[in-house]
């Protein structure tokens, strides 16, 4: 803190702050009125750090809580029950789920049959985007299946940026998101790993991983 702020009372502190946030206020409002577009955003959170999935559960929610319908295709999650699944049973009337995965490859150990199960969830995924029935689609670890190259990315791209409805949200997630798909995203969040605590030795939680 400088000696001059240091020197000045509460009551000039407080009249100092508000003078700031009067002409941060008007520099944001003056941005904001220039932003005019609405349209069906393509979103991708990728990175080796945990809260992929996690975010794209937020914007479910938060879709929802508009009283938006929602769709959702798990790529990998298998037959595993997880927290949000249960928790967005309770949505039925606005949410449909759709748990095509049968767990991460090294759990089936059959690549064909993870070839397979990639194709009926993305035939699903497309069909939930262009029904009209949705506002928002989560394709959970959707980039893990093109890691793997268990779907051509060239058709998946095709799709997304030629055939996806103008006023329908995709999000997608997972880690190694591949260039192509990032080029044509409208939103792309890396998740960073710092610390995680598998690295000590704590197993996956309910609540938290799942």
Known sequence: MSDKIADLSEEELNARHADKMRKKKAARDKIMATKTIEKGLLIVHTGKGKGKSTAGFGMVFRSLGHGHKVGVVQFVKGRIETGERMALERFSDLVTIK????????????????????RQAWDAAKEMITSGDYRLILCDELNIVLRYDYLPIDEVVAFLRDEKPEDVHVVITGRNAKDELIDIADLVTEMTQIKHPFRSGVKPQEGIEF
């Open 99 to 118: 748990r095509m995965g049968e767990g991460f490859t090294w759990e089936t150990q059959d690549r064909q049959r993870d070839i397979d199960a990639a």
